[in-house]
């Protein structure tokens, strides 16, 4: 087992102790300039920009032969009674990954744009489904715009907006008297909402008022029923 010390560019002091099978580290064992003053063995100190320290610590964590061979140049190169100390200064030249900010920024773009289209959709969805109560067609066009949202939603990747695309379906479904696979869908979600830890309050109100709609458009469809039987 053998102990360093890495000093960072506010003088923080970290504590790395090489061990065969990991590389422990204590943050912030020292502030400031307290190293010397509480280590009384003597220091060899050496110094290193970040970049190359990050490689170092990395070697360390990952590769078994590495850290050994570290660990006995660190022994060899420090006496009984000093301390290996690493000197952490700027590299002279700040790499830029241009590529990974090209992608960045095509993926910034790229929310910005969904989450634009989605609000457009929203709107849209919610006027034809207004309409859906009066006219059958208009339910259908809901119902296909809210799976255009659903798949936005899930190129997202936001669960409780996935939750709300199904529930608008659910509302296509009931006005296009699909009683059975509305009740489903929304038994699914209400039951998905309250197995979270916690919860979503306004998913879980939706799920109870498109229920009471559900069970209101199919009572007033079993009484159109039985009055066309008489």
Known sequence: MVLFYTIDYSNAVDEHTI???KLKLVENVYKNDALEKNITRKMKIIHIDSIELNRFLLDLHYYIAYRLKVANGI???CGRHEIFVIKIHPPEKEPLDYAWGYRANVMMW???E???MMSWL???GGAFSALGDYKLSYANIA???SLRQMK???RLGDPSLIARCRLYQAIAMIQSYNFTGAKYTIQQVYRAEKRRSEPDSKLIKMCLGIWTKLSYEY???EKKLNRSKE
Do not use: K, P
């Open 19 to 21: 061990c065969r099978n």
């Open 114 to 116: 969904v989450d634009e």
């Open 110 to 112: 790229e929310q910005i």
């Open 143 to 145: 119902g296909r715009i």
């Open 219 to 221: 009572e007033l469809y």
């Open 75 to 77: 022994a060899s190169f």
């Open 152 to 154: 936005l939603a899930l």
């Open 122 to 124: 929203s709107t849209l």
